[in-house]
């Protein structure tokens, strides 16, 4: 019943394609048009993307924090280490330049040696106040030795925030406006004005400025990213139509191909603006997949019709099998590959939802334009001549053929131990991954800004904040001298573990508060004792900038108050070590029934959302199984055979988890992603295989072993293409700047690599050692796709 509908569904499917062929070129022309005015929707990101949901506690933290004290990350930094700048005229060009960036519009504020305030006592007014601590340009060497000697030997308030004064490297900070953070004027803003004023900065001193900070980064990242999605295209655009060349020999064969694909592509930048998605670091890599998708999908169907063709030279009847012999097929193939990608929907994370809908989509749609464009434009044109069909006659390709079916005839059991001894190596090797992962392994190694990146951890320990929200309860608990004890303590065990930074907190500006009560005596940067307190206190009421300054570190109430810290590049292993440290010191100094204290930041963001990303693409890989085991069983309805097709699968997977261990590639989001996305891709072969596996079966009355080479002969060519063009295809990532891009690419690539293999050779060696067990009518009495040969035993008379 099933056989017969499908067969009169795809004739159908058939006779509509070629009896409207204009009508059908109309509607992908108006389609086409239609995308293409949705690019203007299309946004690159300007925001680093949660990986957590909305509701999650971590994101629900630290918005809190948020709204109590503003964004965190709106700091751009500037640093030089060169004793040249202590020169005059470096020196004031130094100052220059940061009244240049105040002079902009997006800039909120600068600190920088230009304008440092010392905080000083007027005796007269008995209050404290703001003194420049650099009055006017410097006029001499004499003067800035005085002032290096000032800042560096009697205000330790500014120690680690402005100069590191063993190495004597000085540090500009620069707060942009929080309303641009997210929006293209602060990328237009770090790639136009601050590289100008650096750059002109550096030419006129030859001093060497390093710039770091998270909105630097995200706008460098961003900028990499963009320019990436077009050496992507061109590069699978080149790789995949030259190995179709190859393959085919033939220029017009290749031409539609890329046509088909271009207008492919087309459509995935449509989807993306029609769903008014932004493009990040995973939507840029679906253009160029689908690509490398898409080709198959050419080869397959061009194959056919050139077979068709040599058989029996009636172009009409060719065109009407390319689509009721493979169409059902290919579908099958297209939506097992798309379900490799549909599985990233049901996660919580924003950004893999939104690579899971467009991908799966334009997998589909890339599907429906080859199955369409390529019988019609052949329609129109010439029957292929003899040049064109010389490919499917190709000696050394059947010698590979040859080859695989003689280790399949006579080598089952070296197969099988083979197979083994690679999965008991593969296992011990998945032993000795590591689950881990940090907040820049990923970016760009050659890139400037990376190389700044390790500049400013090395000399300020750091740019990666975490905060520490201090709750007293009540208003103005913070002033307490009791609360800024205890912060205090928490600060000195913060200062012990040596990934982070000195703590910046309202504890630091108590401390400046009573060197300056005692005229700026360098020894009396400590918390006032209880006595002292009172006093200073009292005085500070009287400070119209004591207000100002509390704002960064203290809600409007006086009742919370933060203290930051920046951490250095590490593996989530020892963050979350640092985590526990850090609970430990809160729980330890903040009784809980007087303080409610907690911790937040990007850094702590990104440790949850690794663990959350890494937990969810697990549950991703096994529903990816279970829909793909589900699918199979749709389509040879039976337990055992479900098994004998997934093994072939499944061993890859597990092979290239081996080769991460020994190599030292850890679990990260970036790597277990590719897991779904090779499993959805493998199966493919499995389904073409056993499909025409089953034909034979019935075409030859049940001769398992005849069937078996038949099906490896006729499907082993093709299937050796479409490999190949997987391989080469998804290795163009590998000349990507990001770590997780190139590590996919090059993972997808030996998957698919060790998935051919197997099921060239595994798969039909399993058919024929259980052949009583799997082979009978019950099994395969209703065949419900189609498969593509590479040579019909008819062509082979021909």
Not at 217 to 230: A, H, L, P, V, Y
Not at 647 to 674: D, E, H
Not at 675 to 691: K, P, R
Request: net charge neutral; hydrophobic share 45%; proline share 3%.
């Amino acid at each position: 019943m099933l056989k017969e509908f499908l067969q009169g569904f795809w004739s159908t499917v058939a006779r509509l394609i070629l009896r409207n062929r204009i009508l059908i070129l109309f509607i992908i022309a108006s389609c086409t048009t239609y995308l293409v005015f949705q690019w203007e929707n299309m946004r690159f990101s300007n925001t680093e993307t949660s990986v957590l949901p909305d509701d999650h506690p971590e994101t629900l933290r630290y918005a809190e924090f948020v709204s109590l004290f503003g964004e965190e990350d709106n700091a751009i930094v500037l640093a030089v280490r060169d004793s040249a700048l202590f020169l005059p005229d470096n020196f004031n060009r130094w100052n220059r330049l940061s009244k240049q960036f105040q002079a902009n519009p997006e800039i909120n504020l600068v600190i920088s040696t230009d304008n440092l305030q010392e905080l000083i006592k007027d005796d007269e007014k008995q209050e404290f106040v703001l003194k420049p601590l650099l009055e006017s340009e410097i006029a001499s060497q004499g003067d800035i030795t005085r002032f290096r000697d000032k800042l560096f030997n009697t205000l330790p308030f500014y120690e680690s925030l402005i100069f590191n004064k063993e190495t004597g490297t000085i540090r500009t900070i620069i707060y942009l406006d929080k309303d641009i953070l997210n929006t293209t004027v602060r990328n237009e803003f770090i790639l136009g004005d601050l590289e100008n004023l650096v750059e002109n900065f550096e030419n006129e001193t030859q001093l060497d400025v390093k710039v770091s900070g998270m909105p630097y980064i995200k706008t460098w990242n961003s900028k990499i990213i963009i320019d990436e999605i077009g050496i992507f295209i061109l590069a699978a655009l080149l790789v995949t139509s030259l190995i179709f060349f190859f393959f085919f020999r033939s220029f017009r064969a290749t031409f539609i191909s890329i046509c088909v694909v271009i207008i492919g592509v087309m459509w995935t930048f449509g989807i993306l603006g029609l769903f008014q998605y932004e493009i990040t670091i995973l939507t840029a890599l679906i253009p160029p997949l689908i690509i490398v998708i898409g080709i198959p999908n050419c080869i397959f169907l061009i194959n056919k019709y050139q077979q068709e063709v040599k058989k029996h030279g009636n172009q009409a009847l060719s065109l009407q099998r390319v689509i009721t012999k493979i169409g059902n097929a290919t579908l099958m193939t297209n939506v097992t590959t798309a379900l490799g990608f549909a599985t990233f929907i049901i996660l919580d994370s924003v950004l893999l939802k939104e690579f899971g809908i467009v991908a799966s989509i334009s997998i589909l749609c890339i599907f429906l334009l080859s199955l369409c464009i390529i019988p019609i434009v052949y329609s129109f044109m010439y029957i292929p001549k003899d040049k064109h069909l010389k490919h499917l006659s190709k000696k050394w390709m059947y010698t590979f053929v040859n080859w695989m079916e003689h280790v399949v005839r006579n080598h089952r059991i070296s197969v099988y131990i083979t197979a083994v001894t690679v999965l008991v190596l593969s296992i011990i090797g998945i032993y000795r991954i590591e689950i881990t992962g940090s907040r820049i392994e990923d970016l760009p190694k050659n890139a400037n800004f990376f190389k700044d990146i390790r500049f400013f951890e090395k000399e300020f320990d750091g740019i990666m904040p975490v905060e520490v929200v201090v709750d007293t309860k009540r208003k103005n608990g913070v002033t307490k001298l009791a609360t800024l004890r205890r912060m205090d303590q928490l600060a000195q065990e913060i200062d012990e573990i040596p990934e982070l930074s000195k703590t910046l907190s309202v504890v630091n500006l108590a401390k400046y508060s009573k060197q300056a009560f005692y005229n700026g005596v360098p020894r009396y940067y400590q918390l006032p004792t209880s006595q002292e307190n009172t006093f200073i206190m009292d005085v500070a009421r009287k400070s119209s900038e004591n207000g100002d300054l509390l704002e960064s570190f203290v809600d409007s109430t006086g009742q919370i108050a933060r203290m930051t810290t920046f951490m250095r590049d590490v593996k989530t292993p020892r963050m979350e070590e640092i985590e526990q440290e850090l609970l430990k010191s809160i729980a330890k100094t903040f009784p809980q029934d007087r303080y409610n204290v907690y911790m937040t930041g990007k850094a702590l963001l990104f440790l949850k959302g690794t663990k959350y990303l890494i937990k969810n693409l697990l549950l991703s890989l096994t529903l990816a199984v279970g829909l793909i085991s589900l699918f199979m069983a749709y389509l040879f309805r039976s337990f055992r055979m479900i098994i004998v097709s997934l093994i072939p699968n499944l061993l890859p997977l597990v092979i290239t988890a081996g080769l991460m261990g020994y190599l030292g590639i850890p679990i990260k989001p970036s790597t277990i992603l590719i897991f779904s996305i090779a499993f959805g891709i493998s199966v493919d072969d499995t389904i073409h295989f056993l499909a025409k596996y089953r034909q034979e079966l019935t075409a030859n009355r049940w001769q398992i072993k005849k069937s078996v080479y038949n099906a490896l002969r006729e499907t082993g060519v093709s299937m050796f293409y479409t490999s190949v063009v997987l391989f080469f295809g998804f290795s163009v990532f590998i000349i990507s700047s990001f770590g997780g891009t190139q590590a996919m690419g090059g993972l997808v690539s030996a998957t698919l690599l060790f998935a051919m293999l197997s099921n060239l050779i595994l798969l039909p060696s399993l058919l024929l050692s259980l052949e009583r067990s799997i082979a009978n009518k019950k099994i395969f009495k209703k065949p419900h796709i189609d498969v593509l040969p590479v040579q019909d035993k008819d062509s082979d008379n021909a």
